[in-house]
């Protein structure tokens, strides 16, 4: 059976990284984009990790510009607004694609372990998918990641437990991930 641990993925000077090195952690891996109007998650992720990286839980945040141009700087560019803005500390990955043809092949495992469910209700998330969908039509049925700040949760044996669109409130995310630690 497949999971995390057989994906390789590349750090922000382009280093090949085996994500089995994150072998017995909890891992919360998350697309991102700093012109997005979930940006303000890295505030929550961060103190996330600094409170329970001792107890084996890791962030891994990999950069997408698939959805509205919103990560159009480079990957050192990005790294900077992380660190100075928000203060990061996690791992940050190269930016990636996470739909269509061009899938980083990570993205495409995660969604096909736990595929889109919705956004849940309420106008603002009616709306948001509303726009996901206009911006996602491209890719067909490789749109794998609805939107920004799609969170996949991964337990000690690289397994795919969870996922939470960014319209899910953070506190429960943060409950999710302490359950498993």
């Excluded at 999971?3 to 085996?18: A, C, H, L, P």
């Excluded at 891992?27 to 991102?32: E, H, P």
């Excluded at 506190?171 to 991930?177: H, P, Y």
Aim: include cysteine; charged fraction near 30%.
């Amino acid at each position: 059976m497949k999971t995390v641990y057989d994906f390789t993925v590349k750090d922000r000077q382009g280093k090949e990284i085996s994500l089995a090195e994150y072998r017995g952690k909890v891992l919360l891996i998350v697309n991102t984009a700093t012109g997005c109007g979930f940006t303000p998650h890295y505030d929550t992720l961060e103190a996330m990790y600094k409170e329970l990286r001792d107890k084996g839980f890791e962030v891994l945040d990999f950069p997408s510009n698939q959805f509205a141009n919103q990560a159009p700087g480079s990957d050192d560019e990005i790294h900077e607004f992380c660190t100075l803005k928000f203060g990061t500390e996690f791992p940050q990955f190269a930016k990636i694609d996470v739909n269509g043809e061009t899938a980083d092949p990570l993205f495409a495992f995660l969604a096909s372990e736990k595929p889109f469910e919705g956004f849940g209700k309420g106008v603002k998330n009616a709306m948001l998918n509303k726009f996901a969908n206009m911006n996602n039509r491209k890719f067909g049925d490789k749109a794998y990641i609805k939107w920004n700040f799609t969170k996949l949760l991964i337990d000690r044996e690289g397994k795919v437990v969870a996922r939470f669109e960014p319209t899910t409130d953070m506190e429960d995310v943060r409950k999710a991930v302490e359950e498993l630690l």
